[in-house]
């Protein structure tokens, strides 16, 4: 191979893109000439400094905000003749009725629109088939499941005893980011549990707000945020986020 | 061409989930391609409203280089728009250019050796002046991280123009970077 050849092919093969052979041949002409084996280590160094330096720019977000307000916005009023065709249509999963305890991460100044998207992925939920990607009542098939699909560990906690039963788990998207949801019942109600964390500590008490005719209970505890999206009343709801609270400050 | 209101609000959130993860990067590859934060911006929602209206009809390859495709058209009609400031305009580089030898100093500096880490700031100013397309290729491959195959989609040109590509602006980075070194010295 010559000096102009390997010129070329040395960075398809710092970049993986040669098959063995060629590779075998790029390293061996390498192996024997100072010039070419000092552009790849260079090239080398260089890349690397490249990714260490972070060369990347984060969109400013006013951008993210004039591209979202170009976009057609989802439906501002939920059709409830559509969720109910989702129950028609759907599996036994999907005929329970709809409740949703969402926890996520997020700015204040984006709480709104943050909970016009926790309502809109608690209506994706209830379509035929997207409730639960792993379905289990047993707290210790849930949780596992989440290991390495977030950054966080949502606490999965079974709450039979209390009124409210476990039957799944789902990776979920809101804010543009995947978050999870722990999914319960109560009578033909389903629960979602949405977690991520809060870069803040500080403990926020409960507050209930309506959108679209769902209840949506939203509070801070330990480095998480969680918000309930319902159909429940705002009473029951209340006592969902209660029992949650009082058994995640259960010893054990 | 405004988005009309009757567009399906199931295919806006479709379109969100699979588009909007990658703004940053494509603001990166705008701010690369014209050097300009203003500019990218306005390239960036224009790649992000041509994408939605062309979604309908989207099947792949991956939602990154596609979305890379329609915004290097973006940035192209901004330098057509631009013409009357040659400078600056991307311009497919000569042929003699392309077949120019890649880097004939290091002929006579064997020895040649980086010995400094840049930090970012001065990264991106030796790439900023490379010239297109070889800043493209450059970023499409370092900063992306695409393959050279989406790289060839990205650019439209063959495979084997991206390899030629991409050696020459290593080389010119590289000339580039020593020559820093030097001057700090």
């Given at each position: 191979?010559?000096?102009?050849?390997?010129?070329?092919?040395?960075h398809?093969?710092?970049?993986?893109?040669?098959?063995?052979?060629?590779?075998?041949?790029?390293?061996?002409?390498?192996?024997?000439?100072?010039?070419?084996?000092?552009?790849?280590?260079?090239?080398?160094?260089?890349?690397?400094?490249?990714?260490?330096?972070?060369?990347?720019?984060?969109?400013?977000?006013?951008?993210?905000?004039?591209?979202?307000?170009?976009l057609?916005?989802?439906?501002?009023a939920?059709?409830?003749?559509?969720?109910?065709?989702?129950?028609?249509?759907?599996?036994?999963?999907?005929?329970?009725?709809?409740?949703?305890?969402v926890?996520?991460?997020?700015?204040?100044?984006?709480?709104?629109r943050?909970?016009?998207?926790?309502?809109?992925?608690?209506?994706?939920?209830?379509?035929?088939?997207?409730?639960?990607?792993?379905?289990?009542?047993?707290?210790?098939?849930v949780?596992?499941?989440?290991?390495?699909?977030?950054?966080v560990?949502?606490?999965?906690?079974?709450?039979?005893?209390?009124g409210?039963?476990?039957?799944?788990?789902?990776?979920?998207?809101?804010?543009?980011?995947?978050?999870?949801?722990?999914?319960?019942?109560?009578?033909?109600?389903?629960?979602?549990?949405?977690?991520?964390?809060?870069?803040?500590?500080?403990?926020?008490?409960?507050?209930?707000?309506?959108i679209?005719?769902?209840?949506?209970?939203?509070?801070?505890?330990?480095?998480?945020?969680?918000?309930?999206?319902?159909?429940?009343?705002k009473?029951?709801?209340?006592?969902f986020?209660?029992?949650?609270?009082?058994?995640?400050r259960?010893?054990? | 061409?405004?988005?009309?209101?009757?567009?399906?609000?199931?295919?806006?959130r479709?379109?969100?989930?699979?588009?909007?993860?990658?703004?940053?990067?494509?603001?990166?590859?705008?701010?690369?391609?014209?050097?300009?934060?203003?500019?990218?911006?306005?390239?960036?929602?224009?790649?992000?409203?041509?994408?939605?209206?062309?979604?309908?009809?989207?099947r792949?390859?991956?939602?990154?280089?596609?979305?890379?495709?329609?915004?290097?058209?973006?940035?192209?009609?901004?330098?057509?728009?631009?013409?009357?400031?040659?400078?600056?305009?991307?311009e497919?580089?000569?042929?003699?250019?392309?077949?120019?030898?890649?880097?004939?100093?290091?002929?006579?500096?064997?020895e040649?050796?980086?010995?400094?880490?840049?930090?970012?700031?001065?990264?991106?100013?030796?790439?900023?002046?490379?010239?297109?397309?070889?800043r493209?290729t450059?970023?499409?491959?370092?900063?992306?991280?695409?393959?050279?195959?989406?790289?060839?989609?990205?650019?439209?040109?063959?495979?084997?123009?991206?390899?030629?590509?991409?050696?020459?602006?290593?080389?010119?980075?590289?000339?580039a970077?020593?020559?820093?070194e030097?001057?700090?010295?």
């Amino acid at each position: 191979m010559t000096c102009d050849e390997a010129d070329v092919l040395l960075h398809a093969l710092m970049d993986g893109e040669l098959d063995a052979g060629h590779a075998r041949d790029v390293e061996d002409h390498i192996a024997g000439c100072p010039r070419c084996a000092a552009a790849l280590r260079d090239y080398r160094e260089m890349s690397k400094a490249i990714s260490e330096a972070g060369m990347s720019y984060t969109a400013p977000a006013a951008l993210r905000q004039r591209i979202e307000a170009a976009l057609p916005q989802p439906r501002q009023a939920p059709n409830r003749r559509a969720v109910l065709r989702g129950f028609a249509m759907g599996s036994a999963v999907s005929a329970l009725a709809a409740t949703g305890l969402v926890a996520i991460v997020l700015r204040q100044d984006d709480i709104e629109r943050i909970q016009s998207e926790v309502v809109s992925a608690h209506l994706r939920s209830l379509q035929a088939g997207h409730l639960t990607d792993v379905i289990s009542t047993d707290q210790h098939t849930v949780k596992p499941w989440f290991n390495g699909k977030l950054d966080v560990s949502p606490p999965v906690i079974d709450l039979t005893a209390q009124g409210f039963t476990l039957i799944g788990g789902r990776l979920d998207y809101v804010d543009a980011r995947a978050i999870g949801a722990v999914v319960y019942r109560r009578r033909q109600h389903v629960i979602n549990l949405f977690v991520s964390q809060t870069s803040s500590t500080e403990q926020r008490a409960a507050k209930t707000n309506t959108i679209q005719g769902f209840n949506i209970r939203h509070w801070s505890d330990r480095g998480l945020n969680y918000w309930a999206v319902s159909d429940l009343a705002k009473d029951e709801l209340a006592e969902f986020s209660e029992k949650f609270e009082s058994a995640m400050r259960a010893p054990g | 061409m405004p988005i009309k209101a009757s567009d399906d609000p199931e295919k806006a959130r479709r379109f969100r989930e699979a588009a909007l993860p990658y703004l940053n990067d494509a603001y990166t590859l705008a701010r690369y391609l014209l050097r300009n934060a203003a500019d990218a911006e306005d390239a960036v929602q224009e790649c992000y409203l041509r994408a939605f209206r062309h979604f309908d009809g989207y099947r792949g390859p991956a939602m990154k280089p596609w979305l890379f495709a329609i915004l290097r058209n973006v940035c192209r009609a901004e330098y057509a728009r631009r013409a009357t400031t040659p400078v600056s305009a991307i311009e497919d580089v000569p042929e003699s250019a392309e077949q120019a030898p890649l880097w004939q100093e290091a002929e006579e500096t064997p020895e040649a050796q980086l010995q400094h880490r840049w930090d970012a700031d001065t990264i991106r100013r030796l790439v900023a002046a490379l010239a297109e397309p070889f800043r493209e290729t450059f970023v499409l491959r370092e900063i992306q991280n695409l393959s050279y195959r989406e790289i060839a989609e990205v650019a439209e040109v063959p495979v084997g123009t991206v390899m030629s590509r991409l050696a020459r602006a290593r080389a010119m980075l590289r000339s580039a970077w020593l020559a820093e070194e030097e001057q700090q010295k």
